[in-house]
């Protein structure tokens, strides 16, 4: 009889919880955040500074890809969805039928750096050399000046944001009804570390990513045409020069409100921006796009 | 009285599991069924079964799941190559020959090796295994078919060598004593006499084992690449049905064109481990008779 109240006692505290009685006058709350992985490190970063100024407030973080945050946004499975990419008017489409209406925030600036091996002696590429080796036409190191290697490409998995980004940009050279795609072969990783170690563990291997994954466990290439080549750097991507700039989005469902709209606004200020330099982007200095 | 009524209870409690388990078996394939069917609405089934290009994102989408099967198929047949040979082989050796105190050891063993969360299992795939095997046999790239096998071979150990075990052991002692009357060696009795006569539990012990490899998930997104070509070699990146729905599932609207296509190679996948499961268990029905 005993046992069984103690049994009783602790299943109702596994359904129910320790619950601490917040205070009426401080925000509380849960915000739960999806999308690009690109971004999740320094989502991360924020939302603990956050919850250290709201300790009510409880912000849940989740990777998997752009494509997922713009989803779980469509399908109202999250608050904040955050996003490598513009969110495309197909979508727009999807989640107005539904009642929802993407309210985009640009919430910092990103170079799509372009990793090999520090093995590697190549050190500058076009974006046509990009072009031929990410869609197949060329296949060995050597045709770049590099060794007699044949050239493993890695790419997100589809539902990245960086991936329709470098699609677009690199694959379809910025032609919207160009039909080329990757290279069949292209393997396609699930996370923007795993091509960072690959890309370290192997010497012909080339990848994408954001610049906040960009160490010097890896080298990245400089980009450009005609002599005039830039490193994925702050000052490139703000000027304009790296070829591969980009903005990294959140959306919100509507107008934010509460602790939503709290949120934002934290990740907006210099405080929040500092996060995103930190993790290796490039801050916005508190400019927001205006765009429904 | 009273117990009579208790009885009842009990005995209509035991009999609603059951039919609530069977329940879900077959709400869950008329749920994939249902959401699979409707991509044929919108695309066809003979593009879906013999399509070689999965493209899902591009446009117009492509939903041809040929790369994807035969991913599944390179990696499960390597893996069953692989971890046959040595997971009846130690299943002999802790039946029959082990001294008694090896054999708890190694038992217990096997349940730990049960227990390796897949997750690790992949992490190690990543940082050790990969790099080592393309090292090892001069490849492009250590993200390749052969790493997911070695990888799955270990799942799939446990289950062949307990089931594999339980059959072995299960032969009874009066064939090896007749064996060993008529002059046979130890050796001879084993291969000869008990392998046979336990052959349809170790069949069913790998069918189990293959119903393991092609289910799991987590590994082989991990570590094969993921590349949706045709494989020609186990030791090409590719992507199996499993990795597929993992890699995609969250990104889909649900209702849209891919989100069906992905249920679609669900019910692919459900069909294959049915079927696989079905034959195991008739193999295992026939062992006991």
């Not at chain 1, 359904?15 to 690009?36: L, R, V, W």
């Not at chain 2, 869950?28 to 249902?34: E, P």
Request: proline share 4%; aromatic share 10%; charged share 15%.
């Amino acid at each position: 009889m005993k046992w069984t109240s103690i049994l009783i006692a602790l299943v109702g505290l596994f359904i129910t919880g320790c619950d601490e009685k917040a205070d009426s006058n401080e925000p509380s709350g849960f915000i739960q955040i999806k999308g690009s992985d690109t971004l999740v490190n320094a989502e991360q970063m924020v939302s603990e500074e956050f919850m250290n100024d709201y300790p009510h407030i409880f912000v849940g973080v989740t990777g998997g890809g752009s494509g997922v945050g713009v989803a779980s946004l469509i399908n109202k499975t999250c608050d904040v969805a955050a996003a490598s990419r513009e969110i495309k008017p197909k979508e727009i489409e999807l989640a107005n039928k539904r009642g929802v209406l993407p309210k985009e925030f640009v919430v910092a600036y990103d170079g799509v750096a372009v990793i090999v091996n520090n093995n590697n002696p190549v050190s500058r590429l076009t974006i046509e050399d990009l072009h031929k080796i990410f869609t197949g036409q060329a296949t060995n190191w050597k045709e770049f000046g590099g060794k007699d290697l044949s050239i493993v490409t890695l790419s997100r998995e589809v539902s990245s944001g960086t991936y329709a980004y470098f699609k677009e940009k690199v694959i379809q050279l910025g032609k919207k009804d160009s039909t080329e795609e990757f290279t069949a072969e292209t393997l396609l990783l699930s996370s923007s570390q795993s091509i960072v170690e690959e890309v370290m563990n192997n010497d012909s291997a080339i990848g994408y990513l954001g610049m906040g994954y960009v160490s010097d466990r890896t080298k990245s290439l400089m980009l450009g045409k005609d002599e005039q080549f830039y490193l994925p750097d702050v000052n490139n991507v703000l000027g304009g020069t790296y070829p591969l700039s980009r903005s990294l989005y959140f959306y919100t469902n509507g107008q934010p409100e509460g602790i939503v709209k709290l949120f934002i606004e934290y990740a907006l200020s210099p405080k929040g921006q500092q996060q995103f330099r930190e993790t290796g982007f490039v801050p916005v200095g508190g400019k927001v796009a205006k765009k429904d | 009285m009273r117990r009579k009524i208790s009885e009842y209870g009990i005995e209509l409690c035991i009999k609603l599991s059951g039919i609530l388990v069977i329940a879900f078996v077959f709400l869950i394939f008329l749920f994939l069924l249902k959401d699979s069917l409707s991509l044929f609405g919108v695309y066809r089934l003979g593009a879906f079964l013999f399509g070689k290009n999965w493209l899902p994102v591009s446009e117009p989408a492509q939903f041809g799941i040929i790369p994807l099967l035969l991913g599944s198929v390179y990696v499960t047949v390597g893996a069953i190559i692989i971890c046959v040979p040595f997971g009846v082989g130690s299943a002999m050796f802790i039946a029959e020959v082990a001294p008694s105190f090896l054999k708890h050891v190694l038992k217990s063993l096997v349940e730990i090796l049960a227990s390796i969360p897949s997750v690790v299992l992949g992490f190690i795939g990543i940082v050790w295994l990969g790099p080592h095997l393309k090292d090892a046999l001069n490849l492009r790239t250590g993200m390749c078919g052969l790493t997911g096998s070695l990888l799955l071979a270990f799942m799939a150990l446990p289950t062949i060598i307990s089931i594999s075990e339980d059959a072995l052991v299960s032969v009874p002692k009066s064939f090896k004593e007749a064996a060993f009357g008529l002059g046979a060696t130890r050796w001879q009795a084993l291969w000869r006499i008990v392998l046979p006569s336990a052959s349809s539990g170790i069949i069913a012990a790998v069918m189990l084992g293959i119903g393991r490899v092609i289910g799991e998930t987590m590994v082989v997104m991990m570590v094969t690449g993921n590349a949706p070509v045709i494989p020609t070699s186990i030791l090409q990146p590719l992507r199996t049905l499993t990795a597929t729905i993992a890699g995609e599932m969250g990104e889909t609207v649900s209702g849209s064109e891919h989100y069906f296509a992905l249920f679609a190679v669900g019910l692919v996948l459900f069909i294959i481990t049915f079927l696989i499961n079905l034959s195991a268990d008739i193999c295992l029905h026939k062992a006991r008779r």
